[in-house]
């Protein structure tokens, strides 16, 4: 079974109101979109749908652990994520998701596919720059950071040797 097809939701049998979906992803589910980047992700997913008579509103949120390789160190962490999405769908003459958070269905569509709005919520929920939180704690003992630091460049000590008495003038004008 695809992992993306528990994420179909047939909305034609529901009543009009608040409906509640829970789902648990795994590997499996990005290797289904061919993301293999992540370690070991953990993922419970709620998708609460309000639906309505002319539209369905649905707020995602995903809490969960993924596991990452620090941009730093290279040391591999769990990085806990929590983030949440708003969608909309209208019915309308053709299909059209132009719109990150607004999805048109054609007339007659009985079911909705939640799983690449999962997938792009999860993603863009990670920070730009992977950091190992021992490292902004201080606490990592890594032989590469060990190496950043001895690579750092130093501070020099201006002498005044490197001092230009032909600049002092210029200094006068401010």
């Known amino acids: ?3 993306r097809s528990e994420f179909v939701i047939p909305f034609v049998g529901l009543k009009n109101g608040q409906h509640a979906f829970e789902f648990t992803i795994d590997q499996s589910f990005f290797e289904a979109f061919e993301f293999f980047d ?13 639906k309505k008579e002319q539209l369905l509103e649905f707020a995602l949120e ?3 652990t993924v596991g990452v390789a620090c941009d730093l160190s290279t040391e591999p962490f769990d990085l806990p994520l929590h983030c949440q999405f708003d969608l909309i769908v209208k019915f309308g ?10 999805l048109v269905l054609p007339h ?7 799983s690449q709005y999962v997938y792009e919520m999860i993603l863009l929920a990670l920070p730009s720059k992977l950091i190992h939180p021992q490292i902004e704690e201080g606490t ?11 690579l750092e460049p130093k501070e ?8 230009d ?3 002092d003038k210029l200094k006068d004008l401010l």
């Open 1 to 3: 079974m695809d992992a």
């Open 38 to 50: 992540f370690n070991q992700p953990r993922f419970a997913v709620s998708a609460n749908l309000n």
């Open 62 to 64: 995903a809490n969960g």
């Open 93 to 102: 003459p053709e299909f059209n998701n132009d719109d990150d958070e607004i």
């Open 108 to 114: 007659g569509s009985y079911q909705v596919d939640l």
């Open 140 to 150: 990592l003992q890594s032989p590469i950071l060990d190496k950043l630091k001895e």
């Open 156 to 163: 020099e000590k201006k002498s005044q040797q490197d001092h």
């Open 165 to 167: 008495p032909r600049w």
